[in-house]
């Protein structure tokens, strides 16, 4: 059970998120990384990794049947790239940061020190915990609203116009279609601060230099290398 400041903190992310626990214990582990639990000697359930597996097949699953019920003329493959734009590990970290999880999430020092306040990682890990920590709270009906309050109108945008391209998903369908060679990403640089750090990705068709991007996560770049492949192999797509 959380105490003194602790439990102030916890009343105020309540505030923030619209949702009013019985049990401040699922929130207050859903806010705490698992470097806070290691330097404090904590317990393996003390800390938000276990709620982050729950919340991610949670979230999974409302989302995808939101888009089923929605988009009913759409066919699975677009179905899964809405899906994926949608639970990507930016758009949740932009989810923690829009809620201030960032301000009352529980980290290590080292954690600390080296900007993990602000990686997308963390924070996209922590939103999946609350989600996970209000479903066993509230239910499921909760979560469901939770979810959708913060993601609708990303999905409203992605599943409507359609701007989205998973690149990443596009190349691996044109190889194994047409060219059925081994697909490598690697990173080859990095660099700026812990805190902003900022990937250059290449990616190799059967051990080739096909393509190369750049972004501020590891995921970024890949989808940029993705669509430069295809860019350099004439591949375009008009969906």
Known sequence: MPKGNRISEINEFQNIIGVKFQNIDFLDKALTHSSFANQFGLKY???????????????SMVVSEYLYKKYKNKQEGKLTRI??????????ADISR?????KYIRIGKGEELSGGREKDSLLADACEAIIAAIYLDRGIEEARKFILKNLEPKVESIGENYNYRDFKSRLQEYVQKSLLVPIRYSVVKEYGP????TFEVEVFLEEKSS???????KKEAEQGAAKDALGNMGVFFNE
């Open 45 to 59: 359930d003390e800390h938000n990794e276990r709620l982050e597996f729950l919340g991610d097949s949670i979230l």
């Open 83 to 92: 899906r994926a734009a949608v639970v990507c590990e930016p758009s949740l």
């Open 98 to 102: 829009s809620l201030k999880v960032n």
């Open 194 to 197: 812990p805190h902003d750090k």
């Open 211 to 217: 393509g190369r991007g750049v972004g501020k996560s």
